[in-house]
């Protein structure tokens, strides 16, 4: 059964629009009725349920931590994601990001980076990261480099920390990269490869709501990348995320932003650089 646009209810689009925004700060207008109820249709098909307000009732009553929240989190969520999404992120890191920390360094501060990629979706931004990090000749073993990726969808965190893909989907990459980062698959895995220990070793997957009020990490960035995924919240809630991300930055630290994501407010403490790029004053 095709769940129809028309077979979600207003009261029951309103129900499932006040949760989700509630839970995970996507907000769906109208124009999204749609998307929701093809969404939803395929979860209700899998437990046997017809009637979507019937699901809503077994979600509720399960509650906010339940099982089946998590599994509509994971249905609403929209994941599109590619490797060396948006290059120029990366040749900035590359040219000013990983240059302006080796030269601290050199003035005596530790030999230590963090990034975080904070709506990681399958993996291929953190690992684009970790990639673009190995590739950076100047920082050799001495160096503490961590990447934290997170996402709110436990099913593409699943898939991230596998760090498996059909090999097309790396055909951005240069075949020196290819060959030095991921190992191809064999048997079932044929036509697929894996992201290397070197690459997977930069990495800690966690789960993490952007739009929680307090985040379990104790450390601070030199490099945050939230992208493409503040389309989806609200100007409030952009604001309230980007200004709690703030608070994770060290000083001169860095923002990137989606492509089409911008700071529509002041004061920011936040410099844009242009092409999205934001540094912390
Ligand atoms: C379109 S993908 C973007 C992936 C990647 N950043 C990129 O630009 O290629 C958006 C991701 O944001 C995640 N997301 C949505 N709401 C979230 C929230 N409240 N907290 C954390 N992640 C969230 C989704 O699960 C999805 O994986």
Redesign the pocket.
């Known amino acids: 059964m095709a769940l129809a646009t028309e077979l979600l209810s207003d009261r029951c689009f309103g129900d499932f629009k006040r949760l989700i925004y509630e839970k995970?700060?996507?907000s769906l207008n109208e124009s999204k009725r749609c998307l929701l109820s093809t969404r939803l249709s395929k979860r209700l098909r899998a437990l046997g349920i017809d009637d979507p307000a019937e699901y809503f009732k077994l979600v509720m009553r399960e509650g906010s931590e339940g099982d089946e929240m998590q599994e509509l989190i994971n249905c609403i969520?929209?994941?599109?994601?590619?490797f060396m999404?948006e290059p120029h992120h990366f040749r900035f890191l590359t040219e000013h990001c990983f240059p302006a920390a080796v030269n601290l360094s050199l003035k005596g501060e530790p030999r230590k980076l963090r990034i975080w990629?904070?709506?990681?979706?399958n993996g291929?931004?953190p690992y684009s990261l970790a990639l673009t990090v190995r590739d950076f000749p100047a920082f050799d073993p001495s160096w503490d480099i961590r990447i934290l990726a997170?996402?709110?969808?436990t099913r593409?965190l699943a898939k991230a920390s596998e760090g498996v893909y059909p090999a097309d989907e790396l055909l951005v990459l240069e075949k020196t990269q290819l060959h030095r980062y991921f190992d191809r698959g064999t048997g079932s895995l044929s036509g697929k490869v894996r992201a290397k220990r070197t690459l997977r070793d930069l990495i800690t997957f966690r789960q993490?709501?952007?739009?929680e009020s307090s985040w379990p990490i104790q450390t601070k960035f030199d490099v945050i990348?939230c992208?493409?995924?503040m389309i989806?919240f609200d100007l409030p809630t952009q604001r309230k995320v980007v200004e709690h991300l703030i608070r994770y930055l060290k000083p001169g630290g860095f923002l990137m932003l989606?492509h089409s994501e911008s700071i529509q407010w002041t004061p920011c403490p936040l410099r844009s650089l242009g092409h999205t790029i934001f540094q912390l004053s």
């Open positions: 995970v700060g996507i969520t929209t994941n599109k994601t590619d999404r990629c904070a709506a990681s979706s291929h931004e997170s996402d709110i969808d593409v993490i709501n952007l739009i990348f992208r493409n995924v989806y989606g």
